[in-house]
C-alpha cells in the first residue's frame, strides 16, 4: 500500500517573505488546463488565475489533492496571509518570471523559473446540508437553508479535514456535511463536499476530529502499533539509522486508541524548532492497512488543514526494538548500477523512493554466500556508501569508512517491492 503522510513542513524548506505575506512557492502547477488563465501586468508582474479544483486519490492514495489547473495548488493558505482555500474558490496568482511545470515533478511548477508574489482568493458560498433518507431506500442531500439547492454536484466524494475521503451516502441519515457552491441560488453548482465547514476556524479539534480513519477506527481492527523517530537535519550516513519500537499488547493498543480518542490538536501558531526531527505513530489494522500521524520533535507541532497546530499530548511510545530506517538525506541522491554501469531507476525500480519507508534489523551472523544472483546483480549507492541484496529481504551496507552490516527487511518494503512487485504482508 502506497504510504500517505500526515502533511508535515520541514524548516529546513525555505519560504519567501513578498509583499508583506509568507508564500512557500514550491508547489505550482502548469497552464494546460481551460480552467486555467494568464495575463500580463505592468514591472513584470503576470498573473495567472482560476479554481481551485481536487484529485481524489489518483495523485495521493486515499487522499484529496488539491489543484490549480491541473496539478497541485501552489501555496498554503498559512504563508500566504489567506484564512482558508477551498475547493471552488477563484485564486488569482501574482508572480515573476516563467509559470511552467515541473520537468521532474509535472504535477508541480517549477519554482526556481516563477517567484510567486501575491495571492488573492476569492471563497465560494458555503452551504449547509443534511444527508436524508428517502422513502423506500437511498439517500438525499436536502439544503439546510431554504434559498439553495443541488443543481450540479461536481463529486460524490465527501472531504475530512486530513483530506482523506468517503462517498456522503455512506454516511448515516442525519448527517450534517457542507459544500462549496457557485452562488447562494437555486440549483446551485456544488464544486465540492466537506464533513466540516472549512471556513470554520476552531480553537482546538480532537484527533479524532480532524482525521478521518480515526474517527472509523474500532478497538478491535487494531493488529500492531508502532511508533518511530526519524532524525531531522544530520549529516547524511549509513551509520546513523532512523528507529522505531512496537507493541502487539492489547493493553498498548488500548492506550494508543484512546490516546487517538481523545488527544488535542490546538491551533497556536506554536514556535517550531530548528534542526529537529519527527515522530510518527503507525497504527497497523488486521486487514494489513496502516495509518500515520506525525509531528515535529521538541513540542508536537504540524501543519494541520493549511495552519501550524500543536499536539496537547505527546504520540504514545513502545518498548520492543521494531527496527531501523536509512535517514531520507541519506538517500537523495541514490543511484542504481548492474555490470553495465548506472541504470535508469525508474524503470528497473519504480518504487526506490519507498527505500525511505524501509525498516530492518541487523543481523549478527549473515549467512550471505556471495555467489551471482538476480538481487546482488545490482548495486544501491550514493554519497553515504552502497547497498547490495542478497535476497529479497537481507542486505549489506558498504559504509564510506569501509564497514560492512548486514540487515534484514521486517516490514513491506523488500528488494522485490521496489522492483514494483506487491507488499509483503508483516
Not at 519567501?16 to 512557500?24: E, H, I, K, M, N
Not at 531531522?232 to 539509522?241: D, K
Not at 490538536?265 to 500515520?292: A, C, Q, R, S
Not at 536509512?326 to 548492474?338: A, C, R
Request: net charge negative; charged share 25%.
Amino acid at each position: 500500500m502506497k504510504r500517505s503522510k500526515s502533511i508535515i513542513i520541514p524548516l529546513t524548506i525555505a519560504s519567501f517573505a513578498l509583499s508583506g505575506c509568507f508564500v512557500d512557492n514550491r508547489l505550482a502547477p502548469g497552464t494546460s488546463s481551460p480552467d486555467v488563465s494568464m495575463s500580463s501586468e505592468p514591472s513584470d508582474v503576470k498573473t495567472i488565475s482560476g479554481r481551485i479544483g481536487a484529485d481524489y486519490g489518483s495523485l495521493e492514495e486515499g487522499e484529496a489533492t488539491f489543484l490549480f489547473g491541473d496539478v497541485r495548488l501552489p501555496f498554503s493558505p498559512e504563508y500566504v496571509g489567506v484564512d482558508y482555500a477551498a475547493v471552488g474558490d477563484f485564486v488569482e496568482i501574482s508572480y515573476k518570471g516563467e509559470w511552467t511545470a515541473s520537468k521532474k515533478h509535472p504535477d508541480y511548477y517549477d519554482w526556481d523559473k516563477a517567484t510567486i508574489v501575491g495571492v488573492k482568493v476569492t471563497h465560494c458560498h458555503i452551504a449547509e446540508f443534511e444527508i436524508a433518507a428517502v422513502p423506500g431506500g437511498g439517500k438525499s442531500l436536502r439544503a439546510l437553508d431554504a434559498s439553495v439547492s443541488v443543481g450540479e454536484l461536481s463529486t460524490t466524494n465527501c472531504i475530512y479535514r486530513d483530506r482523506t475521503f468517503e462517498e456522503w451516502e455512506s454516511y448515516p441519515a442525519g448527517t450534517k456535511i457542507y459544500g462549496t457552491c457557485s452562488a447562494k441560488e437555486k440549483s446551485a453548482k456544488v464544486f465540492a463536499l466537506y464533513s466540516y465547514d472549512p471556513s470554520e476556524r476552531r480553537e482546538s479539534l480532537t484527533l479524532k476530529e480532524s482525521y478521518g480513519w480515526i474517527g472509523r477506527l474500532k478497538e478491535e481492527d487494531i493488529a500492531m502499533v508502532i511508533s518511530g523517530y526519524r532524525h531531522g537535519s544530520i549529516c547524511p550516513t549509513f551509520e546513523t539509522l532512523d528507529y522505531y519500537t512496537y507493541s502487539y499488547e492489547p493493553s498498548e493498543i488500548q492506550r494508543t486508541y484512546e490516546y487517538l480518542s481523545t488527544a488535542r490538536i490546538v491551533f497556536d501558531d506554536p514556535e517550531m524548532l530548528m534542526g529537529g526531527g519527527l515522530w510518527e505513530l503507525i497504527v497497523v489494522t488486521k486487514t494489513g492497512e496502516k495509518h500515520y500521524v506525525s509531528v515535529s520533535e521538541g513540542r508536537p507541532v504540524a501543519i494541520f488543514d493549511g495552519r501550524f497546530v500543536s499536539f496537547d499530548t505527546a504520540l504514545p511510545m513502545f518498548s520492543n526494538l521494531y527496527g531501523n530506517g536509512f535517514l531520507w538525506q541519506s538517500l537523495l541522491d541514490m543511484k542504481v548500477s548492474n555490470a553495465d554501469g548506472t541504470i535508469d531507476y525508474t524503470d528497473s525500480f519504480p518504487r526506490l523512493e519507498s527505500f525511505e519507508d524501509m525498516i530492518f534489523q541487523e543481523i549478527e551472523n549473515p549467512s550471505f554466500s556471495g555467489e551471482p544472483n538476480e538481487y546482488n546483480a545490482y548495486k544501491f549507492s550514493c554519497d553515504c556508501g552502497e547497498i547490495v541484496f542478497e535476497s529479497n529481504t537481507a542486505f549489506m551496507v558498504n559504509t564510506l569508512e569501509g564497514k560492512t552490516h548486514y540487515y534484514r527487511v521486517v516490514n513491506e518494503v523488500t528488494f522485490e517491492y521496489l522492483r514494483g512487485g506487491p507488499q509483503r504482508t508483516i
